[in-house]
T-cell receptor, first 120, second 112 residues
Framework: DTEVTQTPKHLVMGMTNKKSLKCEQH?????MYWYKQKAKKPPELMFV???????INESVPSRFSPECPNSSLLNLHLHALQPEDSALYLC???????????????????FGPGTRLTVL | DQQVKQNSPSLSVQEGRISILNCDYT??????FLWYKKYPAEGPTFLIS?????DKNEDGRFTVFLNKSAKHLSLHIVPSQPGDSAVYFC???????????FGTGTRLTVIP
């Protein structure tokens, strides 16, 4: 089973709203990721969590606030977003982290279906 | 600066024939390469991967070839099926890092 689930599938919000995106995996993976994908562009990394701790923040604005309540869940809290933040937000997970072992297939990242976010 | 490049934005192939998708990279510190398939408004689906210590990996109809000296990899799909029609991304991991670098994608259309 390589399933990563994300909710909601679609989200429309105003610039003053507060909302959250949720991601869940039950594969025992130790690393979880948030990516952002704009139309006709490849996904871009936002955050990496390893062992429930934030390990990478790719200079993401503070209006995006990640949270990892436990090893299976990853949230992305949204507040005061701008219309240009509209995109597909993808969650991913992998079993191992770089440096733990030699590079193996357990470093493969598995993606969820994404949340299509529209900011009005 | 795009470190992983897919120079063909689209490819059309007849059903039953071979599809060859290409990918080039510039950073010699990439040590793991992956291919993902993506449908519109969905997340990327992992297809196949290869470590930099290998030059070929095969899984069913999918084979990935890696030419380290040329910094080039390719995905072969044979035989191609209409259900293979999607956008294919190659991606790479740097040694010691977990952030994936994606190419810009190639849209494959398999014609019945």
């Amino acid at each position: 089973d390589t399933e990563v689930t994300q909710t909601p599938k679609h989200l429309v919000m105003g610039m003053t709203n507060k909302k959250s995106l949720k991601c869940e995996q039950h594969m025992g993976h130790r690393a979880m990721y948030w990516y952002k994908q704009k139309a006709k562009k490849p996904p871009e990394l936002m955050f990496v969590y390893s062992y429930e701790k934030l390990s990478i923040n790719e200079s993401v604005p503070s209006r995006f606030s990640p949270e990892c309540p436990n090893s299976s869940l990853l949230n992305l809290h949204l507040h005061a977003l701008q219309p240009e933040d509209s995109a597909l937000y993808l969650c991913a997970s992998s079993y191992t982290l770089a440096g733990e072992t030699e590079r193996t297939s357990t470093d493969t990242q598995y993606f969820g279906p994404g949340t299509r976010l529209t900011v009005l | 600066d795009q470190q992983v490049k897919q120079n063909s934005p689209s490819l059309s192939v007849q059903e039953g024939r071979i599809s060859i998708l290409n990918c080039d990279y510039t950073n010699s510190m990439f040590d793991y390469f992956l291919w993902y398939k993506k449908y519109p408004a969905e997340g990327p689906t992992f297809l196949i991967s290869i470590s930099s210590i290998k030059d070929k990996n095969e899984d069913g109809r999918f084979t990935v070839f890696l030419n380290k000296s040329a910094k080039h990899l390719s995905l072969h799909i044979v035989p191609s099926q209409p259900g293979d029609s999607a956008v294919y991304f190659c991606a790479a991991l740097l040694t010691g890092a977990n952030n994936l670098f994606f190419g810009t994608g190639t849209r494959l259309t398999v014609i019945p």
